[in-house]
C-alpha cells in the first residue's frame, strides 16, 4: 500500500510540475507521458485542482501562480523528462505584463500563444474589459476571470482569429483602450515592430495609435522576413524581452533612448521614459 500511494504522490508532483514548466498540458500527452489512463489523469488534475496546483481547462490543465507568486522555485519534475527552454521562459515573460494591468483596465490582447499564456494569470484582476480578435482565446479568459470580453467580429482565419479592420473603428470610439499587449514577432532594423500575420496588420496600427499605452513582448528570436510592420518602436511605452532576445535588441533599445526597469532570470523590461 506505502509503494502505491508513493507512486501516486509522484505522479501527481510531475503532473503539477509539467503543467508548470508549459503553461498547458493535454490530457492525452499526460496519459502518454505518465502510462496510465486518461481517467486516472483526469482524477489527478481533479485532485491539483482542488490543492491550487493549477486549473483545469477543456481536455487538458492550464498553470496558474500561487497567490502572491509568479513562480515556484522548487524543481520536482522526474529527470526522465524534459522541460521546454521556451515554455518556462514565456511564462516568466507574460508575468511581467501583470505589473502594469490595474483593475477596471480595457486592454485590447493581440492574437497568439504567448498572449493565450498570459490569460490565465488575469485571474486576480478585477473588472477588466478585454478586447481580442482570437476566438480561442476568448473562450478561455471565461475559465480563469470575470472580465466582459469584447470579441471583434469579422472573417475567420485558420487558428481562429478573426480579421476585420473596420470593426475595430466601432470598438475604439465605443472603449478608451488603456493597453495594447501586443505579441511582436521582430523588431528590424528601422525600429518598426512586426507581427506574424498579414491580416492582422491594419487592426494592430489602428490600436497601437489609440491605446493610451503600448506593451510589446517579444519571446525567442525567430527567423522572421517578412516586415508586417504595425508601427514604430518609438511609440511603444514598455517591450519586455525573452533571455534569449536581448542579445539582438539590447543595443537597439538602448540607442531608441528605452532604459532597463526590471531584470530577472526570464526576461528584461525596458521602458520608453514613460508612466505606466
Known sequence: ?????????????????????????????????????????????????????????????????????????????????????????????????????????????????????????????????????????????????????????????????LQNHKVINFISNQFTISHFIVELAAINNDNQLTIDNIEQQKTYQHVLKNAKHIIGVLPQRNIFNDNHSIGKLKNVDVVILSRPAVTEYHQQLLDSNFLQSDINRYCVTYHNGLEI
Open 1 to 161: 500500500m506505502a509503494r502505491v500511494s508513493s507512486a501516486l504522490l509522484k505522479r501527481r508532483l510531475d503532473i503539477a510540475e509539467l503543467v508548470r514548466k508549459h503553461g498547458e498540458v493535454k490530457v492525452d500527452e499526460l496519459s502518454e507521458k505518465l502510462r496510465v489512463s486518461n481517467v486516472t489523469i483526469r482524477q489527478d488534475l481533479t485532485y491539483l485542482e482542488q490543492q491550487g496546483y493549477l486549473k483545469r481547462s477543456f481536455g487538458g490543465a492550464i498553470y496558474i501562480a500561487p497567490e502572491g507568486s509568479t513562480k515556484s522555485s522548487t524543481t520536482i519534475i522526474s529527470p526522465n523528462y524534459t522541460s521546454s527552454f521556451s515554455d518556462s521562459h514565456d511564462i516568466g515573460l507574460v508575468v511581467n505584463c501583470l505589473n502594469y494591468i490595474n483593475d477596471g483596465d480595457t486592454i485590447f490582447l493581440s492574437h497568439g500563444n504567448l498572449i493565450r499564456k498570459l490569460i490565465p494569470f488575469l485571474h486576480n484582476k478585477k473588472s477588466l474589459r478585454l478586447i481580442m480578435n482570437d476566438i480561442y482565446n476568448a473562450q478561455l479568459v471565461k475559465e480563469f476571470s470575470d472580465a466582459e470580453v469584447i470579441l471583434i467580429g469579422g472573417v475567420l482565419l485558420e487558428g481562429n482569429v
